[in-house]
């Protein structure tokens, strides 16, 4: 497995580390392993300090991470709604959080006319880690480019910055064709 695949499963398996919630146990086990890590290979380049140090964020950012997962899902969904016509000859980029990428591509011809969900070229962890949510829409064609970005707390802001975005996307492809 490539380092990003295996970098994709880890990013999509965090979130299901909410179910096992902190608890005083956990947390200790956490800590012998930071210990373990440290004693087994002391040149490791984060000491035992600065790892125990990570356990708290770490519990907190799987909550955060897993709202973001709920929100790529979602959007996944509403975008599977959206009807882009067969005439259209467009790629439809949308990144969250500089990590995961949402992308449709009616460019190239062999590729079947579906979203597809990857990993960022270089995911950024710390960028999931944030409270808010980054949405940026990049739509391009023969003839133009259109970006659009948000940043927001809100998933149903962000599902609705999202649509509409795409939807006026299309309907600029919808104008080209009939004015040729």
């Not at 959206?82 to 449709?104: A, G, N, P, R, V």
């Not at 999931?128 to 003839?143: G, L, M, T």
């Not at 659009?148 to 309907?171: C, G, H, I, Q, R």
């Amino acid at each position: 497995m490539d380092g990003k695949h295996n970098r994709f499963e880890v990013l999509n398996s965090l979130n299901k580390l909410l179910q096992h919630k902190e608890t005083a146990q956990k947390t200790e086990l956490l800590k012998l392993f930071t210990s373990y890590i440290y004693m087994s290979n002391p040149d490791y380049k984060y000491n035992e300090t600065y790892l125990t140090d990570m356990i708290p964020a770490f519990w907190l950012n799987i909550e955060k991470y897993t709202r973001k997962v709920s929100f790529r899902e979602n959007l996944i969904g509403m975008l599977k709604k959206i009807e882009i016509k067969d005439e259209y000859k467009c790629k439809l980029s949308i990144q969250i959080d500089e990590t995961w990428e949402l992308e449709f591509n009616s460019l190239a011809e062999k590729l079947e006319r579906k979203w597809y969900s990857k990993i960022t070229e270089n995911p950024k962890i710390n960028a999931v880690d944030r409270e808010k949510i980054y949405v940026k829409c990049q739509f391009n064609d023969q003839n133009m480019v259109f970006t659009d970005y948000m940043e927001s707390e809100n998933s149903n802001t962000l599902l609705d910055f999202t649509s509409n975005s795409v939807e006026a996307f299309l309907k600029r492809l919808e104008d080209n064709l009939k004015n040729g």
